[in-house]
């Protein structure tokens, strides 16, 4: 382990012409070099806890966050795996140490079902994982429901916090939140990644808190069957963000895991 890095210089690269904000410790050298992948909804500061104490790293705002350029066309996941390999070549980043939360996690997983190059995968309460079947029905007849209610004039003030409380009970309180990414985040939450995670043969690591409810420990042990060579680690009184829920005994697997001593 480094010394703690509190302020990390910030850089900016073109991709596709749109401007990508990131953090590059001094050390970055291009090998064995760590990426930050934040989820949905967030950025790469929301991860500063962790790759502030680790050597040779970068952690990059996804298009759309952060200090980032907003794409311009509805993306998935591919599109952003496709910028993921398209920064790691143009900073000449070889076999990386990927670490991805949510969904960078997804990101993550889809870089590398396309023949992207990594040393290791670390994923951080990843998602990947979609609901699917009885479930989808029944949110498809609570959405359908909401929107009838919406439509009633005595009940339109309270829109809005009828809405939250409707996708908060669905799961899916970043659909809200999505502003203009509103139409990618529907994008994403279709797909699933499962036949993607079979193609995943570099050493894994899941991290998940136990009370993780946006994507619930049960994801991560299907990850784990579905990835073959990982190995799955369970935060206790841990929720979605376990590096800010049990900072000290996330660290401790972390940082053994990504090999920092």
Known sequence: MGLMKNNM??????????????????????????VFLHGWNSESTHLKSIFQEVDNCIALDLPGFGKS??????????????LLRKFLEKLAIENPILVGHSFGGSTAMKYLSQDGAAKKLILLSAAGIRKTGVKIHIYKIIAKIVGFFLKIP??????????????KMMGSEDYIEAGVLKESYKKIIRQDLSEEMKKIKIETVLIWGENDTATPLDHGKRMQELISN?????????GHFAFIDQPEEFKKIFLREINVT
């Not at 003030?157 to 809405?163: A, L, Q, V, Y």
């Not at 190995?231 to 206790?236: A, T, V, W």
């Open 69 to 82: 350029d907003r794409p311009n066309a509805v993306w998935g996941v591919a599109e952003y795996a496709d």
């Open 9 to 34: 210089p910030e850089k900016q690269i073109i991709i596709d012409d749109l401007r990508i904000h990131y953090y590059q410790s001094d050390d970055f050298d291009g090998k064995n070099t760590t």
């Open 154 to 167: 005595v009940l339109t003030h309270f829109r809005d916090r009828i809405r939250k409380k409707a996708y």
């Open 230 to 238: 990982s190995e799955l680690f369970i935060i206790k009184s841990a």
